[in-house]
């Protein structure tokens, strides 16, 4: 492709020392803690009154404001990651709705006043720089759609989404006498065991059911708050609001609409195919939900590792087979203690790579039971991590914070790229082909979810007066058009009716999903070069990943020999790829 030689990633690259201290502070000082708003106020006041007379001191006065918002962002990023880490600690849950409730809506109003100063300033077309457009671009973008009164709403929705945390981190169940929390739980739905995997499923949907009424409430609240924050803001809808406020200039809602019917009609056949394999193999009259996470030759469940310590072990000696720089980033990041990956009562859902602005080694979280899908967790978020190292000596925070169709891209293709060094997980050929085999059906399985979720955002926000029947009846229409024909859901309707409860995203972070779509298509593409070519494909992966967000979305695609495309033909273009991997396996 044409161009792409002026932003290819030499591998020399990978060299890079990977530093474990923050660089040295030229604006703030070095023994800032930003702890209440006002030890903060007069670094905003600095920048508010500096006076900027040429391009060069521009430059300098962005360098000073990114400084001070990296600051800020990581200590707001620790107090999120400590208060995860333990829903049931009180000063954690203080620390972050202090920061919320008190500091937070005193900088949104001055970032206005700085983004206004930027917009104003004549020096910009003077800076040529690769990033500075994308960055004015956003700052406009952010300007326009600031109000006021929008502040105390977002506030109020902040603090109520965290409740969703702390719900779903309370949520226990009783097997064999043993309390678990539902991630431990779900692996039972591995065993070989029907009846055993049954009462998993039945106390696991049980334990839910018993708060849907609650989660319910909340989201109801949500929905309502974010629907003023859009009529604040002169937007028929969230969703529109929302399209704008996420920097979506490069495809539309219609795009979307168009990537869930293509996923429809290409990717539901298959769906229902693989459900006609698995209760064939199974040898069942109904295939019951329950059935959809044991291997279809009834085999014992995998088991890619004992425990964290060897998870965190083998995921280094993964990464570094790909190449050692990338095993460092995980070995730093175990280090200086930045993965928390275990299980445990009070421990929100979930996992995440949170990137930390200042130092630039981020944070992953996640809830490990020893499952391939914590394998596949970790190397996902791992992808997160190098994406955020590789980046972090970018000259501005906002370089450093990718759109996150392309956050999804560096993860989802580090799960594909790293399949073929999945033998030091899985020492028997045979277990390691039925780990291969597994995640492929379970891409083949995310893209239908990925439609579903994201069209279910797009009705809930079209229509935010809607009732909670009217929700219930719509999300049924929704995920029976993406899901297989062959699962029985007799007699356990009530328990299909609440499953969108268990999404995250839908009460933390609103239409952050079809970003998921988007970037599988993207890495089963680089995945694709990576089987042709490993040096040229790992190579054009860190090109894309090494630009941040200095570029637009389709050109980050093309510097990794991608294309940004979510057509009816690329996915199935892209499918059959899938499917002759899989014959191959």
């Given at each position: 492709m044409t161009g792409l030689s002026t932003i290819r990633l030499k591998h020399e690259y990978l060299k890079m020392n990977i530093s474990k201290e923050r660089k040295k502070r030229t604006f703030i000082a070095e023994d800032f803690v930003p702890t209440t708003w006002e030890n903060i106020e007069p670094y905003y006041t600095q920048l508010l009154e500096a006076d900027i007379n040429n391009a060069a001191s521009f430059r300098s006065w962005l360098r000073n404001r990114s400084e001070l918002e990296s600051i800020i962002s990581e200590?707001?990023?620790?107090?999120?990651?400590?208060?995860?880490?333990?829903?049931?600690?009180?000063?954690?849950?203080?620390?972050?709705?202090?920061?919320?409730?008190?500091?937070?809506?005193?900088?949104?109003?001055?970032?206005?006043?700085?983004?206004?100063?930027?917009?104003?300033?004549?020096?910009?077309?003077?800076i040529d720089t690769p990033g500075f457009k994308i960055l004015f671009r956003n700052i406009e973008k952010?300007?326009?759609?600031?109000?006021?009164?929008?502040?105390?709403?977002?506030?109020?929705?902040?603090?109520?989404?965290?409740?969703?945390?702390?719900?779903?981190?309370?949520?226990?169940?009783?097997?064999?006498?043993?309390?678990?929390?539902?991630?431990?739980?779900?692996?039972?739905?591995e065993s070989t065991d029907r009846s055993k995997r049954e009462e998993a499923y039945m106390k696991i949907s049980s334990r839910r059911f018993e708060d849907k009424d609650k989660l319910d409430k909340l989201f109801n609240k949500l929905?309502?708050?974010?629907?003023?924050?859009?009529?604040?803001?002169?937007?028929?809808?969230?969703?529109?609001?929302?399209?704008?406020?996420?920097?979506?200039?490069?495809?539309?809602?219609?795009?979307?609409?168009?990537?869930?019917?293509?996923?429809r009609q290409e990717i539901v056949p298959i769906l229902n195919q693989?459900?006609?394999?698995?209760?064939?193999?199974?040898?069942?009259?109904?295939?019951?939900?329950?059935?959809?996470a044991v291997d279809p030759t009834n085999k014992s469940p995998l088991v890619p590792f004992e425990n964290t310590d060897d998870l965190i072990e083998k995921t280094i000696k993964c990464f570094s087979?790909?190449?050692?720089?990338?095993?460092?980033?995980?070995?730093?990041?175990?280090?200086?203690?930045?993965?928390?990956?275990?299980?445990?009562?009070?421990?929100?859902?979930?996992?995440?790579?949170?990137?930390?602005?200042?130092?630039?080694?981020?944070?992953?979280?996640?809830?490990?039971?020893?499952?391939?899908?914590?394998?596949?967790?970790?190397?996902?978020?791992?992808?997160?991590?190098?994406?955020?190292?590789?980046?972090?000596?970018?000259?501005?925070?906002?370089?450093?914070?990718?759109?996150?169709?392309?956050?999804?891209?560096?993860?989802?293709?580090?799960?594909?790229?790293?399949?073929?060094?999945?033998?030091?997980?899985?020492?028997?050929?045979?277990?390691?082909?039925?780990?291969?085999?597994e995640h492929l059906e379970q891409i083949i399985q995310?893209?239908?979810?990925v439609a579903v979720i994201d069209k279910f955002q797009h009705w809930i926000y079209e229509h935010p007066n809607h009732l909670i029947e009217e929700r219930k009846t719509k999300w049924n229409e929704i995920l029976n058009d993406f899901s297989d024909s062959e699962t029985d859901w007799t007699g356990l309707e009530k328990y299909k009716d609440y499953i969108w409860q268990k999404q995250l995203h839908l009460f933390e972070v609103p239409f952050y999903y079809i970003e998921y779509g988007f970037a599988q298509l993207g890495a089963l593409a680089i995945w694709k070069n990576f089987k042709e070519n490993p040096k040229k494909g790992?190579?054009?992966?860190?090109?894309?990943?090494?630009?941040?967000?200095?570029?637009?979305?389709?050109?980050?695609?093309?510097?990794?020999?991608?294309?940004?495309?979510?057509?009816?033909?690329?996915?199935?273009?892209?499918?059959?790829?899938?499917?002759?991997?899989?014959?191959?396996?």
């Open positions: 200590n707001a990023g620790w107090r999120y990651i400590k208060m995860t880490c333990d829903t049931t600690n009180e000063e954690h849950q203080k620390a972050y709705t202090y920061f919320v409730s008190e500091i937070e809506p005193k900088i949104a109003p001055i970032n206005h006043q700085l983004n206004e100063k930027v917009i104003k300033f004549p020096f910009k077309d003077e952010d300007f326009r759609i600031f109000r006021e009164e929008n502040i105390p709403l977002k506030t109020e929705i902040q603090n109520n989404s965290k409740e969703f945390g702390t719900i779903s981190g309370a949520m226990t169940v009783f097997m064999d006498g043993q309390e678990m929390t539902l991630q431990q739980a779900a692996t039972v739905l929905v309502g708050l974010r629907h003023q924050v859009a009529r604040n803001a002169g937007f028929t809808n969230f969703r529109d609001y929302m399209f704008t406020a996420m920097g979506r200039f490069d495809y539309r809602p219609k795009d979307c609409f168009d990537f869930h019917a293509s996923v693989l459900a006609r394999d698995r209760k064939s193999k199974l040898q069942l009259a109904e295939l019951k939900p329950w059935d959809k087979r790909l190449d050692p720089f990338l095993g460092e980033c995980i070995q730093t990041m175990r280090e200086i203690k930045h993965l928390d990956l275990d299980s445990r009562v009070g421990k929100a859902p979930g996992g995440y790579n949170y990137p930390l602005s200042e130092i630039g080694i981020p944070f992953i979280f996640m809830n490990a039971t020893s499952t391939l899908r914590d394998l596949v967790t970790i190397l996902h978020e791992g992808g997160h991590a190098v994406h955020s190292i590789v980046t972090k000596d970018l000259e501005l925070v906002d370089f450093r914070h990718t759109p996150s169709e392309v956050a999804e891209l560096a993860s989802m293709s580090m799960e594909l790229i790293s399949m073929d060094h999945w033998n030091i997980f899985f020492e028997n050929e045979a277990e390691l082909k039925r780990a291969k085999k995310t893209l239908p979810w790992l190579e054009g992966y860190l090109a894309a990943l090494k630009l941040g967000n200095t570029r637009s979305i389709p050109q980050i695609y093309r510097a990794a020999d991608i294309e940004f495309n979510f057509s009816r033909e690329y996915i199935s273009e892209l499918i059959s790829f899938v499917k002759t991997e899989l014959e191959k396996v």
